[in-house]
């Protein structure tokens, strides 16, 4: 049972978020392919990746890597900022254009935050908030994001 109620939250939040993105892409507010769209949810999760970062993440080349990086760039949503401590290396940077963009599920996250605060006891939320830490930071180690704070809508 636990496993069928995770599934149906993870699923109607991509669903609405799909949903999100296509009626953009009817009305021409997005320029992002569907892989372009997957590779800028890796870099913005990963925090600033380097291409071979990235290319290592998805297990790509780097020079396939870096075409589709190039891409990005050119349509705005990335920025190439070179390393303080190695001048020879970059890191990748979303644009306020991409955030801008990806806000579309961080409105939906929070409007649920906000009624699951308003359904349950400041006491269930501490719970569900505890669980959810030990599910992300003990739980998935597969996944390199430890701390997504970057990804919270304040810093959208």
């Known amino acids: 049972m636990l496993e069928a109620e995770f599934s ?14 296509f009626s953009r892409i009817q009305t021409r507010e997005m320029s992002l392919t569907t892989v372009e769209t997957f590779c800028m949810e890796i870099i913005h999760a990963l925090g600033r990746p380097t291409i071979n970062e990235f290319a290592n993440f998805i297990s790509i080349s780097p ?18 900022e070179q390393s303080d401590d190695d001048k020879r ?3 990748l940077c979303v644009t306020q254009k ?7 599920s961080y409105q939906y996250l929070t409007k649920v935050m906000g009624r699951i605060e ?3 006891s400041p006491e269930e ?3 569900l908030e505890r669980m959810l830490h030990i599910i992300s930071h003990e739980l ?3 996944s390199p994001v430890e701390n997504p704070a970057y990804l919270l809508p304040e810093k959208l």
Do not use: W
């Not at 870096?66 to 920025?79: E, F, I």
């Open 98 to 104: 991409y955030l801008d963009y990806y806000n579309i």
């Open 140 to 142: 998935m180690p597969e």
């Open 8 to 21: 149906s939250v993870y699923s109607k939040f991509k669903l609405h978020f799909y949903k999100k993105v």
């Open 89 to 91: 290396e970059y890191h």
């Open 118 to 120: 308003a359904r349950f």
């Open 125 to 127: 939320v501490a719970q």
């Open 63 to 80: 020079p396939n890597a870096a075409y589709k990086v190039n891409s990005l760039v050119k349509k705005g949503y990335l920025t190439r």
